[in-house]
């Protein structure tokens, strides 16, 4: 082999010019993908090779010089090659190794270095007759690469539509549904196709990008693809692409109720089947939670009959007022279940009395009173609780009413800030706006003689800042130690990251965290909700000493950090705008969790994707 090229290359080249099929060349090039060949250096190998191509009585002659026979068999590509000019030949190879690529499953991006290569020799045909061979061989190539392909050699316009079609057809059938879609997108056949069917089967299989792709070409079909996934398996999938698409989820009833069904399952299986009890919601709390929204109230009642807690159901009927939306068939089933319902009742309100201090008899009870704690609803609150910048050290914490819905997101309920002495709740819901509020809170945030210690308060400031804009108080924080950051510094090894946990390892207390899922927007608090919240906050200072006992307070100042959030996130390159979140409040007004919108789904054919056991055969794909 006497070409002018380097040793290295040289032996490279040779091997995949000797290998005895496509097939071979294909499964070695992956080979030297995985084993950490770059895509450029494929491509510039691959090139190499086209430009050094051996013509049928070189080869021949080379082979009769390699040791063993190994290369006897002739290799596929080079099949009457003596009746092809170089020229051809190179295409030929082209074309030869994509087929092969598609067949062997191999990676795309081999594929795309094989079409660079090529384009990027100097022996090419006439373009007619390079139309020609890649006319011939368009059906072969792997659809990942078919649009890269058919543009490279510009055959767009020698494919007659009926062909198009029928090789979109032919991978429908033959349930390669994914390259059936790219055909259906490169050749812009939808008109002609069964989007829905086609969509229906990518969903089946998991396909979400395909069918995303599918859906671009216009706004029907984004509709149509969030239609399908309104299933319970993929109605989280529905609701993203809601917000990708900026449509108003006010007008896919189907997927309001899938969501508030799978948030309300969540919610009961957090009432019956957690493995620690300490972590059980009560009914209370569920109940709670579905207050003022009929529809998520219809939809726990329907769960708990489905269930037969019955007397679980008789409970919210009463207390809800909602026998009128069941019919005398499910009124009369829970009756007949419940043999004394003043009994249920009765035994219901005992487990819900309120009282403050822990759920759990075993848990943490602070030292002090329900009328010591501080809720702050306005400027005169504000002005009891600036005893709080005298401190020398607070914990504070945050707490949001959990969603029925995750689609939607919530604004914070309740702010708890504590030092040794002051305990203090501020309701957020009332005090956006208020300006002592906003400037008592600049101040203390701000105060670097004050320490503020928090369990990632940093991801709580955030979403303040995110869901309430315009109260810039909390944007800074300075003077701020992360007790999750504190605890894996001064115990090394330890893989708590909890409240609960680092307290039980540092103070040798339990904290009871029933009320953690209660709805905070509800006012009053209840005692036992006040206690909770005013828990977690104290701690936190208590936790701090016992890690810092003994520390100099040169060493403690080593610790505290600063939070910023008054500039904006810097933006990822290509970087589109985030499409804002729907508000929950304007939500709820449109009657997101009114009984109407179960009525209004019934109403609507139902098109999702359900499991596809129970699907029907497959369908034609013309339309």
Known sequence: YTRSMEKEIDG?????????????????????????LKPIDITNLL????????????????????????????????????????????????????????????????????????FSVGKRPAPEVEQAIARKHYKLISSDVLVEYVNAFNIMELIPEEEKLDCAVTLYKEKKYVDCANVVSLFELYPKIDIQGLMSELIK???????????????????????????????????????????????????IVRLQKKAIRYYINCMTHKKDKSEQMSLGQVIDLVENYPSAQLLLLQDLIYLEMYNEAWIITELNKLWKYLSPEEAGKIKAAVGKPDQVMTEYMKENIDFFGPVSSDAFKIPCKFEDVLFVNDSAGVAKAKGLLSASVIGIDCEWRPTLMTFVSVKPAIMQIASEHIYAIFDLTKLE????????????????????????????????????????????????????DLFKDKCPGEKQSSLAAITEKVLKISLCKKKQMSNWNKRPLTKCQTHYAICDAYVLPLIFNKLTAGDSKEKVEMLLTSVNYNSAPEKEPGETTETPEVDIA????????????IQKAKTIPDISIKDSKEQPQQKPLVS
């Open 586 to 597: 304007i939500v709820e007004v449109a009657e997101l969790f009114s009984p109407e919108i």
């Open 205 to 255: 299989i998991n396909q979400l990008p395909a069918c995303k792709k599918l859906a671009e070409h216009k706004k029907e079909y984004k509709v149509l693809l969030v239609n399908l996934l309104c299933s319970n398996e993929n109605c989280k999938k529905a609701a993203k692409l809601i917000k990708d698409y900026n449509f108003s989820i006010i007008d896919f009833p189907h997927l």
């Open 433 to 484: 706006g208020n300006v002592q509020f906003s400037d008592f809170i600049r101040e203390l945030f701000m105060a670097p003689a004050i320490i503020k210690l928090g369990l990632a308060l940093r991801e709580d400031m955030r979403l303040v800042c995110h869901t309430i804009p315009k109260m810039d108080c909390f944007r800074y924080l300075f003077s701020y130690i992360d007790i999750a």
């Open 47 to 118: 090139e190499l090779m086209f430009n050094n191509l051996l013509t049928h009585s070189e080869l021949e002659s080379l082979r009769k010089n390699l040791p063993g026979g190994k290369y006897k068999t002739e290799m596929s590509c080079l099949r009457n090659s003596s009746a092809l000019s170089l020229e051809d030949y190179a295409l030929n190879i082209a074309t030869g190794i994509l087929m092969a690529l598609k067949k062997n499953r191999c990676p795309q991006t081999l594929s795309r270095s094989v079409l660079n290569a090529y």
């Open 12 to 36: 490279v080249v040779l091997e995949f010019l000797v290998m005895p099929s496509f097939d071979a060349v294909a499964n070695g090039l992956n080979d030297k993908l995985k084993g950490g």
